[in-house]
């Protein structure tokens, strides 16, 4: 089955560590984002690559790095230098070049500072 | 910069009833694209339908609808026969059809409940 995978669906993390989200995607898909959910919040942007081996920042980039090293993985680590890390966490990936390119999500990933 | 505005937090709808969700948006773009995407209580976001801006056709998925209003930059959703499964958060997207893979810009949401 195609999809997307992320792991762990749950993590804690205590303050001062850095930990990364997992995203595997075998939708041969170019593009890969990250998104954050806070309640009352929407997702909001925290980085998103078009290819591989390159990724752009999104509006909440800071305290957060990502790597695009194949097509298929685009790990997401937070560091301690994100202050308020407490939240849900979408991957997403769509196809091609494409404007019309729908995204798709997978199931998520709920960070909890200890 | 591209907003998107979920005026109700939260709808209601009795089973087999139909209910419509607002969503409005603000861009200097004429030519984009919009989404609705559903996340029910496993958290999992699925498309729901999706309009092209070019297009004047408003499109349709089974039960689902939308209206879109360009002038107005409006695009609601309208979900006929509401069956409890229908329960969930809904969210509005919207997309700059740029060459590459640009990010969705998200509304905050309207949580719909479905009365028996």
């Known amino acids: 089955d195609g999809g997307i995978t992320q792991s762990p669906k749950y993590l804690f993390r205590k303050e001062g560590q850095n930990v990364t989200l997992s995203c595997e995607q075998n939708?041969?898909?170019?593009?890969m984002y990250w998104y954050r959910q806070d309640p009352g919040q929407g997702l909001r942007l925290i980085y998103y690559?078009?290819?591989?081996?390159?990724?752009q920042k999104g509006d909440i980039a800071e305290g957060y790095s990502v790597s695009r090293e194949k097509k298929e993985s685009f790990p997401l680590t937070v560091t301690s230098a994100q202050k308020n890390p407490t939240a849900f966490y979408l991957c997403a990936s769509s196809e091609g070049q494409s404007g019309t390119d729908t995204q798709y999500f997978g199931p998520g990933t709920r960070l909890t500072v200890l | 910069a591209q907003t998107v505005t979920q005026s109700q937090p939260e709808m209601s709808v009795q089973e087999a009833e139909t209910v419509t969700l607002s969503c409005t948006y603000d861009?200097?773009?004429?030519?984009?694209?919009l989404f609705w995407y559903k996340q029910p209580p496993s958290r999992q976001m699925i498309l729901v339908i999706r309009?092209?801006?070019?297009?004047?056709q408003n499109a349709t998925e089974n039960r689902f609808s939308v209206n879109f209003q360009k002038a107005a930059k409006s695009f609601s959703l309208k979900i006929s026969d509401s069956q409890l499964g229908d329960a969930a958060m809904y969210f509005c997207a919207y997309r700059i059809p740029y060459s590459g893979n640009t990010p969705l810009v998200f509304g905050k949401g309207t949580r719909l409940s479905v009365i028996a």
């Open positions: 309009q092209e801006a070019y297009k004047q």
């Open positions: 939708l041969n898909h170019d593009a």
């Open positions: 861009t200097s773009e004429s030519d984009y694209y």
């Open positions: 690559s078009q290819i591989v081996n390159d990724f």
